[in-house]
């Protein structure tokens, strides 16, 4: 099985960028179909975005798609959410997700798909 760990999280500007990364430990990494939630406070588990096992498949949610870009190296073992023009309502803690199962573009948005999860990162936009 494979252990999570997120880093990159702090707190930016509106309009700012951060880059969070999820860095993989005790398995394949590069057999798991991985993705980024959040959870902002006293709200639900928010899908983000998802990426396949090779990168040949993302998926996001819409209102984050023209602003966020998530991408992986295997051979680092490390998946990453660039977040570029960053609002307030973007402040969340951000967690990492895996599961060892084929790509599926409707499943992966569910955190029910996901077998593994890191500890989360808390990103915090503030003027």
């Known amino acids: 099985q494979v252990q999570l760990v997120e880093s990159g999280g702090g707190q930016v500007q509106p309009g700012g960028s951060l880059r969070l990364s999820c860095t993989g430990s005790?398995?394949?990494?590069?057999?798991?179909?991985m993705s980024w939630f959040r959870q902002a406070p006293g709200e639900e588990r928010e899908f983000v975005a998802a990426?396949?096992?090779?990168?040949?498949?993302?998926a996001y949610a819409d209102s984050m798609k023209d602003r966020f870009t998530i991408s992986r190296n295997n051979a680092e073992k490390t998946m990453y959410l660039q977040m570029n023009s960053l609002k307030p309502e973007d402040t969340a803690i951000y967690y990492c997700?895996?599961?060892?199962?084929?790509?599926?573009?409707?499943?992966?948005?569910?955190?029910?798909?996901?077998?593994?999860w890191g500890q989360g990162t808390q990103v915090t936009v503030s003027s």
């Open positions: 990426i396949s096992a090779r990168s040949t498949f993302t």
């Open positions: 005790g398995g394949i990494f590069s057999a798991y179909l």
């Open positions: 997700a895996a599961v060892l199962k084929n790509w599926s573009p409707y499943e992966c948005r569910s955190g029910r798909f996901y077998n593994y």
